[in-house]
């Protein structure tokens, strides 16, 4: 065996495998990155990625949509002055500082709030609101998942208006199952058959 060319043939083997690792390591991420973006593109729920300057990575296109943007008109500027009403701004920006000192205990992964923002045009909507902070080469990264909530208001204010006019009027307004088991007996039907609701109920 000629020891020399078989040093070689190894030596060209292993360099050929890690050819083909870094080819499939390649080829996995580009595939992850194409999930990604899918995501991305196609989800319902506004994603809005910015570093620890407030300054915007990712816009996605239910992002356009809400706020009224071109994703690459707000690449590289401010998230709050663009998307949070101007007497908020303050608020939001020093609670972006202490999640950025302190993501542990300033909002917890997972957990929604309501807030208000603001369109292109200066109206201003309810959103609900999640944000993530992730760290990549000992940077801070946040994305926010917003939803705008206004038809959820509108419906809550309709229920609860009409949970008043219920409650408030003079006429008795009971409310039974379809076999006439009674699950609501209003003030008006308690003056009128001298019934508590807790005795019909």
Known sequence: PDVDLLGTL???????GHLIERKNAEEALRKSEMRKAAILQSAMDCVISFDAGRKIIEFNPAAERA?????????GRDMVELIIPKTMRA???????????????????GRRFELVAMRKDG????????????????????TAYLRDITERKEAERVTSELAAVVANSNDAIIACTP????RSWKAGAERIYGFSGKEMI
């Open 10 to 16: 190894s030596a060209i083997g292993a360099q050929l």
């Open 67 to 75: 706020f009224g943007y071109a994703a690459a008109g707000v690449i």
């Open 91 to 109: 608020v939001h920006r020093r609670r972006l500082a202490i999640y950025n000192a302190d993501s542990v205990n300033a909002v917890p992964a």
């Open 123 to 142: 109206t201003e909507f309810p959103v609900e609101a999640a944000i993530t902070r992730i760290v990549i080469d000992g940077k801070p990264m946040f």
């Open 179 to 182: 076999d006439g088991v009674i």
